[in-house]
């Protein structure tokens, strides 16, 4: 069934994620790898370009997605239990608009292939931002999935009873994360590594108030009390050189603001990408923030702070 490209962002619900076990051979490739398969140099430049877009919120330039090609479906046959396939079919007879449909678990699982039915390479250069967005929005949702449900296989209970206790929401926490420390209406969770470190903190603070400017100053006082380096004049704080973004999101039919920049360590030369999702608890009066933060020197970031991301997902005030 053809998915015309407006309607395209309401097809894949974060929700949705199937938990059922699968008899397909595992996929190949790591998390965000998409293979291209289009025989027209001209197509296989523009949409490259448009999945290599750079990632917003990372301290250096990572593409939103690592892309190889293969030339026509004779090659795809090498590359069929690939994790993630993008497949051109320019055909001017049967296309009279560029479309996306997508299948899942076609030949592996998990898998996601997503055809671009288009009737030329003109018609994908008229409409390539639109194209663009809805690509690696399908294909980050569907990363996204994949992350949820291995999370929900390998959590851990006792973090959760924790978060809950300590700040009254409910988040699954990666079974993995394991070293906690707590604060007033706070608690920092870490796998504590040696090399590189992922944490999530959730915190509630008074007020409804979701302003970027509200959120971050929230954020610093918060984070200056709680997560201190060697000294009590190291603290970690956000990075306002660059500003962090926000956006709204509606996911299950919760309302939930994203923040989305980097952090410093005042004091210190440590930093790094973070990403927040908050929520209002009307009934208390209050904001309610989780968020996942990445310490990883010389290391590309984009997967580990995805792989941490896809547990904000999880937030949620029943109680």
Same mark, same amino acid.
């Given at each position: 069934?053809?998915?015309?490209?407006?309607?395209?962002?309401?097809?894949?619900?974060?929700?949705?994620?199937? @938990?059922?076990?699968?008899?397909?051979?595992?996929?190949?490739?790591?998390?965000?790898?998409?293979?291209?398969?289009?025989?027209?140099?001209?197509?296989?430049?523009?949409?490259?370009?448009?999945?290599?877009? *750079?990632?917003?919120?990372?301290?250096?330039?990572?593409?939103?997605?690592?892309?190889?090609?293969?030339?026509?479906?004779?090659?795809?046959? &090498?590359? /069929?239990?690939?994790?993630?396939?993008?497949?051109?079919?320019?055909?001017? #007879?049967?296309?009279?608009?560029?479309?996306?449909?997508?299948?899942?678990?076609?030949?592996?699982?998990?898998?996601?292939?997503?055809?671009?039915?288009?009737?030329? #390479?003109?018609?994908?250069?008229?409409?390539?931002?639109?194209?663009?967005?809805?690509?690696? &929005?399908?294909?980050? /949702? =569907?990363?996204?999935?994949?992350?949820?449900?291995?999370?929900?296989?390998?959590? &851990? *209970?006792?973090?959760?009873?924790?978060?809950?206790?300590?700040?009254?929401?409910?988040?699954?926490?990666?079974?993995?994360?394991?070293?906690?420390?707590?604060?007033? /209406? =706070?608690?920092?969770?870490?796998?504590?590594?040696?090399?590189?470190?992922?944490?999530?903190?959730? +915190?509630?603070? *008074?007020?409804?108030?979701?302003?970027?400017?509200?959120?971050?100053?929230?954020? @610093?006082?918060?984070?200056?009390?709680?997560?201190?380096?060697? !000294? @009590?004049?190291? +603290?970690?704080?956000?990075?306002?050189?660059?500003?962090?973004?926000?956006?709204?999101?509606?996911?299950?039919?919760?309302?939930?603001?994203?923040?989305?920049?980097?952090?410093?360590?005042?004091?210190?030369?440590?930093?790094? *990408? =973070?990403?927040?999702?908050?929520?209002?608890?009307?009934?208390?009066?209050?904001?309610?923030?989780?968020?996942? =933060?990445? +310490?990883?020197?010389?290391?590309?970031?984009?997967?580990?702070?995805?792989?941490?991301?896809?547990?904000? +997902? !999880?937030? &949620?005030?029943?109680?």
């Amino acid at each position: 069934m053809a998915v015309i490209l407006p309607l395209l962002l309401a097809l894949l619900s974060l929700a949705s994620c199937d @938990d059922g076990m699968s008899l397909k051979p595992r996929s190949s490739g790591n998390p965000y790898d998409v293979v291209l398969v289009t025989s027209d140099a001209r197509v296989r430049s523009m949409i490259s370009r448009m999945m290599q877009t *750079p990632l917003a919120g990372l301290p250096q330039d990572e593409s939103a997605f690592d892309v190889s090609h293969a030339a026509d479906a004779t090659s795809l046959e &090498s590359s /069929r239990y690939a994790r993630a396939i993008v497949v051109v079919d320019i055909d001017e #007879a049967r296309h009279s608009a560029t479309r996306l449909r997508y299948e899942k678990d076609v030949y592996a699982s998990p898998q996601m292939i997503v055809y671009v039915e288009t009737p030329s #390479a003109d018609s994908i250069a008229a409409h390539h931002g639109r194209i663009g967005r809805s690509l690696r &929005s399908l294909l980050s /949702r =569907f990363e996204t999935n994949v992350a949820l449900r291995h999370l929900r296989k390998s959590h &851990s *209970p006792a973090r959760e009873k924790e978060v809950e206790k300590a700040v009254g929401c409910r988040l699954l926490i990666p079974s993995d994360i394991t070293k906690t420390k707590h604060g007033k /209406r =706070f608690i920092w969770l870490s796998d504590d590594g040696s090399v590189s470190m992922r944490n999530l903190c959730v +915190y509630s603070a *008074p007020g409804t108030d979701v302003s970027l400017e509200r959120m971050m100053s929230l954020r @610093d006082s918060v984070m200056r009390v709680n997560i201190k380096g060697e !000294t @009590d004049s190291m +603290y970690l704080t956000t990075e306002r050189r660059i500003a962090p973004t926000m956006k709204t999101l509606h996911v299950g039919g919760r309302t939930i603001v994203e923040m989305r920049g980097l952090w410093q360590m005042h004091g210190d030369i440590m930093g790094g *990408p =973070f990403v927040s999702h908050t929520m209002i608890d009307s009934l208390r009066g209050v904001t309610v923030t989780a968020e996942a =933060f990445v +310490y990883a020197p010389g290391e590309e970031k984009r997967n580990i702070i995805k792989r941490m991301e896809a547990a904000l +997902y !999880t937030l &949620s005030l029943e109680r």
